[in-house]
């Protein structure tokens, strides 16, 4: 059975850090091109940041420069790093598992206010 589980999210002032991380099981998950996801109250999902299977990155422009996504493969486990947090970041982040199959995580609150 195939789990994806998101933690390390909670509430931060503007201008602090924290890290998410993300541990997959079922899965191989060195053959898995993994990114976070995150949804605001009242709008869409959007992509924030892809790490592939050969660890090349990519990240959404209003993100770039202050969060950084990693993988460990030995740990099964993909982190985003947020850093210089906005109250605008604020959402629940999504981890997602993507090869022949999509697999999402229950998602992790991250709250930013003062």
């Known amino acids: 059975q195939v789990q994806v589980v998101e933690s390390g999210g909670g509430l931060v002032q503007p201008g602090g850090s924290l890290r998410l991380s993300c541990a997959a099981s079922?899965?191989?998950?060195?053959?898995?091109?993994l990114s976070w996801y995150r949804q605001a109250p009242g709008k869409q999902r959007e992509l924030v940041a892809a790490i592939s299977s050969g660890g090349s990155k990519d990240y959404a422009d209003s993100v770039r420069g202050r969060f950084t996504i990693s993988r460990d493969n030995a740990k099964n486990t993909v982190y985003l790093q947020l850093s210089s947090l906005k109250p605008e970041d604020t959402a629940v982040y999504y981890c997602k598992a993507a090869w022949l199959k999509t697999f999402w995580g229950q998602g992790t609150q991250v709250t930013v206010s003062s």
């Open positions: 079922g899965i191989t998950f060195s053959i898995y091109a």
